[in-house]
């Protein structure tokens, strides 16, 4: 197509009301130049308000698609690391499962000087971790735990169905768990879903005061080994 046979072709299509843009990408001529040749003829209000609707759409539409880009790439950011994580952990030898037992009580145990041995723990892999960790090396076995749920007041109409989770989430029976305790505050915690809201759990090891002082030491040689 001759250059001037193009140029009328694009004030043609302007004059339908068509965007530069589209001029441009139809005829397979620069932009510059369409601008150039279409400079001078006026759109109507309605050509002007319909170009500039599909300019929003299409911003929206951008918009959009770089959201999703970027939610996409966030997830497989979360993929990657998590499968970091855990080839970097690998298996647990049997000292690293010890001291790492020591890790969590040395945070989450009760740690009086006479007393027994105990945590509170909220997450039920944790919980599983501490009763694995407390059979194997203080002879904890099932029998000798006792058990306290601790809710958040406005969850008491669901204490049963809590309760009842934990004890086949853990294989025990009713028969361990002690009267619950209720917390109430001035302003109730919301809670990312009330449906796998599971309270805390506190667990007990019965007839454990030397055991408790056992694992004292325990927390005093790794505090030892990481005071520098």
């Known amino acids: 197509m001759a250059k001037l046979e193009l140029k009328i072709k694009a004030q043609e299509l302007r004059k339908r009301g068509r965007s530069i ?3 441009a990408s139809e005829l397979y001529a620069p ?3 369409i601008s150039m040749w279409c400079r001078d003829i006026k759109l109507t209000p309605k050509q002007i308000n319909k170009l500039t609707q599909r300019q929003k759409r299409g911003t929206y539409r951008g918009i959009l698609r770089a959201a999703e880009k970027k939610r996409e790439e966030r997830k497989r950011k979360i993929i990657r690391l998590n499968e970091q994580g855990m080839e970097e952990v690998g298996k647990l030898s049997e000292r690293e499962f010890f001291l790492t037992g020591i ?10 000087e006479d007393g027994s041995v105990g945590v509170s723990l909220g997450d039920p892999v944790m919980v599983r971790f501490f009763i694995s960790w407390a059979k194997k090396y203080l002879a904890g076995s099932k029998e000798r735990l006792q058990l306290r749920l601790t809710l958040n007041e406005q969850y008491k109409d669901r204490e049963q169905t809590i309760k009842n989770f934990w004890i086949k989430e853990l294989n025990l029976h009713h028969g361990q768990f002690q009267k619950t305790m209720l917390i109430t505050s001035a302003k109730p915690k919301r809670y990312y879903s009330n449906k796998t809201y599971r309270g805390t759990l506190r667990i007990v090891l019965s007839k454990s005061t030397d055991d408790l002082r056992l694992v004292r030491g325990w927390i005093k040689g790794l505090h030892n080994n990481t005071s520098g």
């Open 21 to 23: 843009k589209q001029i």
């Open 31 to 33: 932009v510059s130049t």
């Open 103 to 112: 890790a969590l009580y040395w945070g989450e145990g009760f740690k009086t």
